[in-house]
């Protein structure tokens, strides 16, 4: 196996903060998933990839965001191309309103030149002054490159709240319903190995039942119960990445009441069972030939 087939391995350590590989790229790697965001800048054109159940082909200068936990591949890529930046999910679970939107950054993938020109410029300015400062010999790199990460998950994050607020007038950030149901769903976050009910939420942000039902659907675009379990779901792949957490016990900690349950819903988002989702963590198998 030559070292380019090894690059989604070498570049994975846990001691790792900001990772960084150019024109290394394998021309293929199979589906795997890990615990970082992988951000990744194509220098050549027709790269394919999937990322879940969907294929992304990337020609020169698009961008294929990768969030935590999601099964992705190198279908057809070629080799020796791209500038993939990899950073832990550390930097949006360190600030609250990060997390906050985190669900609404997870919903982009390619960001294409010729599709979102304004976007991808903005992201790829940030991700290439990110290498440059990080590849330089200044004492403060690994900062200077910090800075330009939390500046792109800005760029996103405003760019998809601006979007939401003009498809969805309702969707006010000031409006005291929403701040109600946004900081409810940090909550649902904070608290999803326990046994929540939708009335014991609504109770606690003082709505009614079947009104905090309705403005949490309008807000969210998914129901309650959708939401607490996507949230387990969350919860369980980050405890996937231990071995030594048996499955029947990762299902317990993320706040499933039952090991069937836990099967059939991680199925129906993951599209894998636990078990071999479990096996293909940071592509623990051989790239294929």
């Not at 990839?49 to 200068?61: M, P």
């Not at 935590?68 to 500038?83: D, I, K, R, W, Y």
Request: negative net charge; hydrophobic residues 35%; aromatic residues 14%.
């Amino acid at each position: 196996m030559q070292s380019s087939d090894k690059m989604e391995k070498v570049i994975t350590d846990r001691d790792y903060n900001i990772k960084f590989s150019y024109l290394a790229s394998p021309p293929s790697f199979p589906a795997h998933w890990h615990e970082f965001v992988e951000f990744i800048l194509a220098t050549a054109d027709n790269c394919q990839y999937s990322v879940g159940t969907e294929q992304y082909l990337l020609n020169k200068g698009d961008l294929l965001l990768i969030w935590p936990g999601e099964m992705h591949s190198n279908v057809s890529v070629p080799a020796g191309t791209s500038l993939v930046l990899q950073f832990g999910d550390n930097f949006i679970y360190s600030c609250h309103d990060l997390t906050l939107y985190y669900r609404h950054l997870r919903s982009y993938h390619k960001i294409g030149v010729s599709e979102m020109p304004e976007l991808n410029g903005l992201l790829t300015a940030r991700i290439q002054e990110a290498y440059r400062v990080f590849s330089s010999s200044d004492p403060f790199a690994e900062t200077a490159s910090t800075i330009q990460i939390y500046s792109l998950l800005l760029t996103l994050g405003s760019y998809a709240l601006k979007n939401i607020s003009q498809k969805q007038p309702s969707y006010d950030i000031n409006n005291p319903n929403f701040i109600k149901i946004k900081n409810a769903c940090t909550y649902i976050a904070k608290n999803c190995e326990k046994a929540l009910t939708q009335k014991e939420v609504a109770d606690i942000f003082g709505f009614s039942h079947f009104y905090f039902s309705r403005l949490f659907k309008e807000y969210t675009h998914t129901t309650f119960n959708d939401y607490l379990s996507n949230e387990r779901i969350h919860r369980a792949t980050r405890l996937l990445c231990e071995e030594s957490i048996p499955i029947t016990e990762v299902a317990y900690l993320a706040g499933f009441q039952s090991i069937s349950n836990f099967n059939r819903v991680f199925s129906k988002v993951t599209h894998h069972s636990p078990t071999e989702y479990r096996k293909m963590y940071n592509g623990n198998q051989e790239p294929a030939n």
